[in-house]
Structures are given as structure tokens and as C-alpha cells.
């Protein structure tokens, strides 16, 4: 697919980073000519410099030959302003992203009129994220599939752990059916597998399980992890995004506390959220959560505008307090430095917002017989969870699991067919209508047919 990319700030390099090793034909447009020098010299991409916003610059770029124009610049205006050009200039689809509270409301008359095909909100995305990790506090990562039919949750095996030592094939014998390891990762050695029931589990392994929502507590329990409902959140820092999740989870019931350090922000939180507790003051001061009451909290989430200070909090709320800590990371990439840090359970808005624009790149790719419903990357982009919407005509239809040759490393871990789970054995089969969710360490699945040897 040839695709242009309008903005490359971080998100759009990473975006043209993994858009390039899938093989689309791409071009960067950014009006700073030292981006386009950087991205045009690491990435096999054509880089032009200019505005994006300019019908002679999208031209330059092929806007009336490309499939997709993706905006990721740094403003909403700009954004939506080189999408409507590229559809009357090109006709072809359009992403944007769009960050602005005031924007998002008015979106579906916005995406009407200007003829977006999408538009993804990084801090909404992110809200929605957090606030599933606290509605499941035992799990490091929860995504969602199936609408919200089916769940990978992702947890670390405790010490002392009933299932420690133990083959998978035993260790979750008691859920029986309900219950699937889908993916494992050595602590230490941070080898990845999609094990099979002869892999053995050690104390500290990372493991992802799919569950059906209603086993969640008793597949804790087996395991030795503590499970308990939050009733109340601290939330340092007082932005977008702490606005989203505010407005979420006061929604379900759950008292929020937001510590912010500018009074301005306070004021108009306030009005916005009359129901949550604002309060005035810088949260890296440990005086002022020790105050209010942050040892006695339920979980606690760092969403200040720095990736050090979130980091730094985080380690202190999780020394002095049983708090389930959530951490904003904004930067996409730390090389595994945070591995050395114990700062919960970890969300980046830029890499939500790449995992939406790779699933819709995906979905625009599909044959006739299925179609991408959803892209997760995981275990810092080793694995990708995959949900896929199979149609008439697929080529995995009505044959034995047993007798499909599947890829190495490659799991089919859930069949959802009419609103039912199926955690499938050898002898199920494949059927028309179904949702399928597979995880693997190959990238770039684009089809049913791509889980094929």
C-alpha cells in the first residue's frame, strides 16, 4: 500500500518504522528539516520537507496515488486540515489524530463532514487502558477482545505460587477448559515463548492467559495472587488524560483523587469533575502524598508530563504503600531500562496509538476471507496478540484443528462463535462468522490464512 504519513514526531517515526518493515510504500511529510533528514536516513521512506496542510506539498508527497494519509503532527488544526485536503485531493482514506476534549466530543460530525475514515484519541485510548487494569487490580496488562468478550491478561507468578515448577498442563488443571496460557516470559533471561504443556513454570515467570471474565477470581486465587476490588484512586498529575480516566471511573462508582501543581488546571478540574477531589500541590513532594493518605490507597496512577518523575513516583508509591501503581510512559522505547525499575504495570499513549492505525492499515489489507478486528503488541513488541473476524471463503474453514499446519511459535487461543468461548482443542474447527484470537511472534499477519504454514 503506498501510504503518507503527515508529521514525524515520535509517533510518526514509529509508526513509518514498523509501516516499513511490513512493506508499504511510504512517505514522510514534516515541515522541520531535521526530522525529514533523520527519518530519511534511518528508514528506507521518501521525506519531503513542507506543510503537510499545503495541496502542492501532498502532491509532491503522491496524495492522488496514495491509499492512506495517517496525520500525527502535533495539532488537532493541522491535522484535520491535511485530511480534508487529502480527500478532496486524492480521495484516499484518512487518519487523524485528534487530541482536543472539545474536538473528540463533536467527533462524529467532525469525521462526517471532513470524510475521516478514523480518528484516535491517544489520551482517551489510554484512559480506557488504565481503567480496565483497575477493574481487573490483580493483572499487569488486560487487552480486550471480542468486545470484551474474551480477555489476555498478563500477570507475574508469585513467590510460593501453587503453580510454580509445575508444567503448564497441570498448573491450570483446575480451571480445566477456562482457562489458556497463551504466552510466556522469563523473568531474568526475558526469553519469549507460546509455550506448550510441557514448558515448565518458575517463580517469577510473566505469563498471558486468556479467561473468560467470570473465572478471573478463581484462576487468582489457584495462583496465590491476592484479588481485591478498588474503591479509590490518587492520580498525580492533572492533564487530558487524568481527566478521561477521572471521568471514567467516577462513572463506575470508584472516589478519585487528582493531585495537580497548577492552580489553574485545579480550578477548571474542579468544575469539570465535581465529584473527584482536587487537590492543589506538586506530587513528587512524598510530605504531601504521605498527607493524603497514598499508603492507605487502593491504586495510584502517574500521569504527570515527565517519564522520570512518573517512573520515580511510581517506585516510592510502590515501596510505602499496597497500592495498585499504574505508570505513563511516554517515551515508545526505553531499551529495557525500566525492566530494573518495580513501577507496576505500564501505559504509553503513542503506543496505543500506533496499535490502532497498524490494526486499521491491516484491516484495509484483507482478502475476502477475513479481516483484523484487533492488533496488540506486547512483551516490548515480540508478540503480537491478533484478533481476526473470519468470512466465506477462508481457507481454515471446516478442517481439524489437529490437521491445519500451523506456524511455529503460533497459538490459536480462542474460537468466540455466536457470543460462546471456545478454548479450542485439536478436534474443533473453524466456521464462518467466527472470531478468532491468535498469538504469535511473527509480525505482520494480515489474514486468517496467514496463521498457515
Known amino acids: 500500500m503506498k501510504i503518507i504519513i503527515a508529521g514525524c514526531g515520535k509517533v510518526g517515526y514509529a509508526l513509518a518504522e514498523q509501516l516499513n518493515e511490513e512493506g508499504h510504500e511510504l512517505t514522510i511529510i514534516d515541515i522541520k528539516e531535521e526530522k525529514v533528514s533523520m527519518v530519511g536516513n534511518a528508514l528506507d521512506v521518501m521525506a519531503i520537507q513542507g506543510n503537510a496542510t499545503s495541496y502542492r506539498v501532498q502532491e509532491e508527497a503522491g496524495v492522488e496515488e496514495a491509499d492512506l494519509l495517517i496525520a500525527v503532527t502535533n495539532k488537532d488544526e493541522v491535522n484535520l486540515l491535511c485530511c480534508l485536503i487529502a480527500r478532496k485531493a486524492g480521495h484516499c482514506q484518512t487518519i487523524a489524530r485528534v487530541r482536543d476534549p472539545g474536538y473528540y466530543a463533536e467527533i462524529g460530525f ?12 491517544p489520551e482517551l485510548a489510554a484512559a480506557s487502558d488504565i481503567a480496565r487494569l483497575i477493574r481487573v487490580p490483580s493483572a499487569m496488562e488486560v487487552d480486550s477482545f471480542a468486545k470484551g468478550k474474551v480477555e489476555l491478561v498478563r500477570f507475574r507468578i508469585p513467590e510460593g505460587s501453587p503453580w510454580a515448577n509445575k ?7 483446575k480451571m480445566g477448559k477456562d482457562l489458556l496460557i497463551c504466552i510466556l516470559e522469563r523473568e531474568g533471561s526475558h526469553e519469549v515463548l507460546i509455550p506448550d504443556g510441557n514448558v515448565i513454570l518458575h517463580e517469577g515467570d510473566y505469563i498471558s492467559v486468556i479467561v473468560s471474565p467470570s473465572k478471573m477470581k478463581a484462576m487468582f486465587s489457584g495462583i496465590g495472587i491476592e484479588s481485591r476490588m478498588i474503591r ?9 488524560l487524568a481527566y478521561y480516566l477521572a471521568k471514567q471511573l467516577l462513572e463506575s462508582r470508584i472516589q478519585v483523587k487528582i ?45 504527570t508530563g515527565l517519564d522520570e518523575e512518573n517512573v520515580m513516583l511510581a517506585c516510592y508509591v510502590g515501596r510505602v504503600s499496597r497500592a495498585k501503581v499504574i ?13 530494573n525499575f518495580d513501577i507496576g504495570s505500564v501505559v504509553s499513549p503513542r503506543n496505543l496509538t500506533t496499535e490502532l492505525i497498524i490494526k486499521y492499515v491491516r484491516c484495509m489489507q484483507n482478502s475476502i476471507g477475513s ?11 515480540k508478540v503480537e496478540a491478533l484478533e481476526f473476524s473470519v468470512k466465506k471463503g477462508a481457507k481454515v474453514l471446516d478442517v481439524p484443528l489437529a490437521d491445519l499446519q500451523l506456524k511455529k511459535n503460533l497459538l490459536l487461543c480462542s474460537i468466540v462463535r455466536r457470543g460462546k468461548i471456545i478454548l479450542p482443542s485439536g478436534q ?9 484470537i491468535v498469538v504469535t511472534t511473527h509480525k505482520g499477519l494480515d489474514e486468517i490464512e496467514d496463521i498457515l504454514a
Open 110 to 121: 467532525i469525521k462526517e463532514e471532513l470524510g475521516l475514515s478514523m480518528a484516535i484519541n
Open 167 to 173: 508444567p503448564i498442563s497441570e498448573a491450570g488443571k
Open 232 to 240: 479509590d484512586v490518587v492520580i498525580a498529575g492533572g492533564g487530558t
Open 259 to 303: 493531585i495537580e501543581n497548577n492552580r489553574a488546571r485545579c480550578d477548571e478540574l474542579s468544575e469539570l469533575l465535581p465529584k473527584a477531589m482536587i487537590i492543589y500541590g506538586d506530587a513528587s513532594g512524598t510530605d504531601l502524598l504521605k498527607e493524603e493518605g497514598i499508603e492507605n490507597a487502593d491504586a495510584f496512577v502517574s500521569l
Open 327 to 339: 505508570t505513563k510512559i511516554n517515551k515508545i522505547n526505553y531499551g529495557g531500562i525500566l525492566d
Open 371 to 381: 479481516a483484523v478486528e484487533a492488533v496488540y503488541r506486547m512483551v516490548d513488541n
Open 428 to 436: 474443533d474447527k473453524i466456521q464462518a462468522g467466527d472470531t478468532i
